[in-house]
């Protein structure tokens, strides 16, 4: 009689063999294809994981197949904390996929390396909206942020195409959520969250369950915290803008704190710290050293009320948890607050939110034009349609619809802009998470916080805002090769609308960026 460890033997071995022979055939697959010269693949790489994404481009990538036979799409789904580091391997090796995501790992100094500029590409018309509102629409205008997630603005190019949108939301466990309530009615403010969060934890006391109000992680904790911390500082960043925009950028933020007209000890500063704790609290303990998939197990598993998280994991969410799940706008407390509203200007609005991700045709790659050409079909109104349903993401594409599951993520386009948080480089950053545990611990707080980080916080500030100054002293110095470029080509030919376009930009860049460089160099200069 076959005992229990020679069955599990048989079975790994068999489960071994199995996923060898899969292995070995795809490998053989590839190896014909390779010397097949009537099939042509194409490679397209990504980090995105989450279901639906890669669900969808291979079902776009089989109805490009049958409209064009001997052409075989490939798509390698690579674990995005390995990314950085494979992505630089395959483009420093000339091993790189026809088309890769370009974001994690790649810069603008990579981009101009190792990918193609489809600047001119953009301006045309995108064949594969024949027949559609969109037909004899330049393909840059089709997308619905007119594809500025593909533009690189320090070099003044087009390098991608991007395939996705994004925006961040709450989800609920309708069924833990009638279980706590007696009802599925969602919080509508940041203090009703706050009650919810609280009868969550009373319920638990009362019960002996191990639930939680909110799922938090390393990984999307600070989509809410950072939410809640940058509600506080709009009005705070109108007034250290010194143009009086809504909006003040990281390296005038770092120059504000050495010159003192800001600190942690600032009002607004104080009221975001206060929320960023008050919320942190109703996180299991220790989420701060918790990875992206720890919380959203917990949460799958009915033990957590509450989870903020973009709408890129809606379709792992819902297929993957055994309830039913509401969705809602992250909380910030209104302009009529009793104790943040004055410093807040009203709800965020999401009118930036842009696509992301943009695919780029690598320089090794050996079928640059279909590469192009399969990105073109893929963003267009029939397939981005079929993306969008496949995927259950936000469509990128002027007319196409979201899924009915993913409705809640349409951006909101009234309100204003978001705050500022204190991230003003690596080093400041490195300086607030090496002390945020101390604004969750159940013996500190904001006082104890602001006095572990202030001092670091400033040395940071000024290390970040060297670091900008080296950065762009040397991309400057670049960009005047580029615009030396730009002149000899207009002047060989003067008629060509693309050339005067693309030396306009550089010039007007450069002459903004020698400016601004100029100003921030005078200014850290003058402060001891």
Same mark, same amino acid.
């Given at each position: 009689m076959i005992n229990r460890e020679k069955i599990l033997a048989i079975i790994g071995v068999a489960l071994l063999l199995g996923t060898f022979s899969v292995s070995l055939l795809k490998v053989a697959r590839r190896a014909v294809d390779q010397r097949d010269p009537s099939i042509r693949v194409i490679r397209i790489a990504h980090w995105q994981l989450e279901d639906g994404a890669s669900t969808a481009?291979?079902?776009?990538?089989?109805?490009?197949?049958?409209?064009?036979?001997? !052409?075989?799409?490939?798509?390698?789904?690579?674990?995005?904390? !390995?990314?950085?580091?494979?992505?630089?391997?395959?483009? !420093?090796?000339?091993?790189?996929?026809d088309l890769i995501?370009?974001?994690?790992?790649?810069?603008?100094?990579?981009?101009?390396?190792?990918?193609?500029?489809?600047?001119?590409?953009?301006?045309?018309?995108?064949?594969?909206?024949?027949?559609?509102?969109l037909e004899g629409m330049p393909w840059r205008d089709t997308y619905v942020d007119g594809m500025i997630g593909g533009f690189d603005d320090a070099l003044q190019d087009y390098y991608g195409a991007p395939l996705f949108m994004a925006t961040v939301r709450m989800y609920a466990n309708l069924g833990l959520l009638r279980q706590v309530t007696g009802s599925t009615e969602l919080p509508r403010s940041l203090d009703e969250l706050l009650a919810l969060s609280d009868r969550v934890e009373e319920h638990a006391r009362r019960t002996g369950r191990a639930i939680v109000p909110i799922a938090g992680s390393k990984y999307n904790a600070p989509i809410l915290i950072e939410r809640l911390f940058r509600s506080t500082t709009q009005r705070f960043a109108l007034e250290l803008s010194t143009s009086r925009q809504m909006t003040i950028g990281p390296d005038l933020l770092a120059l504000g704190l050495l010159r003192e007209d800001w600190?942690?000890?600032?009002?607004?500063?104080?009221?975001?710290?206060?929320?960023?704790?008050?919320?942190?609290?109703?996180? +299991?303990?220790?989420?701060?050293?918790?990875?992206?998939?720890?919380?959203?197990?917990? $949460? +799958? +598993?009915?033990?957590?009320?509450?989870?903020?998280? =973009?709408?890129?994991?809606?379709?792992?969410?819902?297929q993957g948890s055994s309830f039913r799940i509401g969705v809602f706008d992250l909380p910030a407390p209104s302009p009529q607050h009793p104790e943040y509203g004055r410093f807040v200007l009203g709800r965020h609005s999401e009118a930036s939110v842009r696509s992301y991700g943009p695919f780029g045709i690598t320089r090794t790659s050996a079928h640059p034009e279909l590469a192009l050409d399969f990105m073109r079909f893929i963003t267009s109104a029939p397939y981005n349609q079929l993306f969008a349903d496949k995927s259950g993401w936000l469509p990128v594409i002027t007319g196409v619809k979201p899924s009915p599951a993913i409705a809640p993520f349409a951006p909101v386009f009234e309100g204003y802009p978001d705050g500022f948080f204190l991230n003003m480089g690596p080093d400041t950053l490195r300086v607030v998470e090496n002390n945020l545990h101390i604004l969750f611990s159940p013996a500190a707080g904001v006082e +104890? $916080?602001?006095?572990?980080?202030?001092?670091?916080?400033?040395?940071?500030?000024?290390?970040?805002?060297?670091?900008?100054?080296?950065?762009?002293?040397?991309?400057?110095?670049?960009?005047?090769?580029?615009?030396?470029?730009?002149?000899?080509?207009?002047?060989?030919?003067?008629?060509?609308?693309?050339?005067?376009?693309?030396?306009?930009?550089?010039?007007?860049?450069?002459?903004?960026?020698?400016?601004?460089?100029?100003?921030?160099? =005078?200014a850290l200069e003058s402060i001891r």
């Open positions: 481009i291979d079902a776009v990538a089989r109805e490009y197949e049958r409209l064009h036979p001997g !052409v075989r799409i490939e798509q390698l789904r690579i674990p995005e904390r !390995v990314y950085p580091n494979w992505v630089t391997t395959q483009l !420093v090796g000339g091993t790189a996929p995501q370009i974001g994690k790992g790649i810069d603008s100094e990579r981009s101009a390396r190792y990918f193609r500029a489809i600047t001119d590409e953009v301006l045309l018309p995108n064949p594969y909206n024949r027949g559609t509102p600190s942690l000890r600032s009002e607004p500063i104080q009221a975001g710290l206060t929320l960023a704790s008050d919320i942190g609290r109703r996180m +299991q303990p220790g989420f701060l050293h918790l990875a992206r998939e720890d919380a959203t197990f917990l $949460f +799958q +598993q009915g033990r957590a009320l509450f989870i903020a998280t =973009g709408s890129w994991d809606a379709t792992t969410l819902i +104890q $916080f602001t006095a572990a980080a202030e001092a670091p916080l400033r040395r940071a500030a000024r290390g970040d805002l060297a670091r900008t100054l080296r950065i762009r002293n040397n991309q400057i110095g670049r960009a005047d090769l580029v615009v030396s470029a730009e002149e000899i080509l207009l002047g060989l030919h003067p008629d060509d609308a693309a050339s005067a376009r693309r030396a306009h930009g550089q010039h007007e860049r450069q002459f903004t960026s020698e400016i601004h460089h100029a100003h921030l160099s =005078g």
